[in-house]
């Protein structure tokens, strides 16, 4: 198991940005993909970002050119960079360590507890 613990979260105006850390604990060889997922009330949870342990990465097509996955390996921490934050980006984020390059968080294993992003005017 893979143990994750995420922080960062806060409320912010619509345009700001925000960065999410995750940090981990324990290694699986078979769970080196990172992910961020997101789910608001009433919905779904849905993939956000997801980031390979050699930097390869993967948006939802809602957050393309907005936000940025990245690690420290050494660190064994995930980083969500977050720019022009709209309201609809209002969720309980998730970290998540999994086994492929995927929005699906059925290839992952071991969750956080998550951190809650608001944004608000």
């Known amino acids: 198991q893979v143990q994750l613990v995420e922080s960062g979260g806060d409320s912010v105006q619509p345009g700001g940005s925000l960065r999410l850390s995750c940090a981990a604990s324990?290694?699986?060889?078979?769970?080196?993909?990172r992910g961020w997922f997101r789910q608001a009330p009433g919905k779904e949870r849905e993939g956000v970002a997801i980031?390979?342990?050699?930097?390869?990465?993967l948006y939802a097509d809602s957050v393309k050119g907005r936000f940025t996955v990245s690690r420290d390996n050494r660190k064994d921490t995930v980083y969500l960079q977050m720019n022009g934050l709209k309201p609809e980006d209002t969720a309980t984020y998730y970290c998540?360590?999994?086994?492929?390059?995927?929005?699906?968080?059925?290839?992952?294993?071991?969750w956080g507890q998550g951190t809650q992003v608001t944004v608000s005017s």
């Open positions: 980031i390979a342990f050699g930097g390869n990465t």
């Open positions: 324990g290694f699986i060889f078979s769970r080196t993909y």
């Open positions: 998540g360590a999994g086994s492929a390059l995927s929005l699906r968080e059925s290839w992952f294993a071991d």
